[in-house]
């Protein structure tokens, strides 16, 4: 735990503005990809037939669209920010890996970059935390409200 407070106070003294910018915009583009998913359900179940999470198929897609809507919004509203970061990093990492990489060799597209930059973004998020410019900071800086 010690560990994680010296990142946090470390994250804190050192966090230039347009973190909180890009912190937003990964939030927005998380949110728009559930919200995508919502209006293309049938498609996102197609995408993965034929990859090594077929059985799951039904799960992934309601689980997916729920974690990417909510934690794309605790993200841009910078709510639990890193909570949010540490739900969205495994399905990232899961569509990569499973389904992104594998489709990437068959046709050209940019979802395995799209991706991948998303991970990344996702794990310099919790890293870096909420920012100054969120609801995080607001509330500890007004706790009786």
């Known amino acids: 735990m010690y560990f ?3 990142i946090d106070n470390w994250a804190e003294k050192h966090h230039p503005m347009w973190i909180d910018f890009l912190r937003i915009l ?3 583009t998380i949110f728009y990809k559930g919200i ?3 209006v293309n359900s049938s498609a ?3 995408l993965l037939r034929g990859t090594s999470l077929e059985f799951l198929s039904y799960f992934a897609v309601h689980f997916v669209i729920a974690v990417h809507v909510l934690g794309g919004l605790l993200i841009a509203f910078g709510l639990l920010t890193r909570f949010a970061a540490i739900i969205q990093i495994p399905i990232l990492a899961g569509a990569l ?3 992104n990489l594998p489709n ?3 046709a050209v597209n940019f979802e ?3 991706s991948a930059i998303v991970l990344f973004l996702l794990l310099f998020i919790l890293v870096e935390g909420s ?3 969120s609801v995080d900071a607001y509330l500890s800086k007004h706790p009786e409200e």
Do not use: A, M, N, W
């Open 26 to 28: 990964l939030g927005l």
């Open 112 to 114: 395995t970059e799209l």
């Open 44 to 46: 996102f179940v197609d």
């Open 104 to 106: 990437s060799l068959k």
């Open 36 to 38: 995508y998913f919502i």
């Open 131 to 133: 920012g100054p410019l």
């Open 4 to 6: 994680i407070q010296r």
């Open 97 to 99: 890996l499973f389904v």
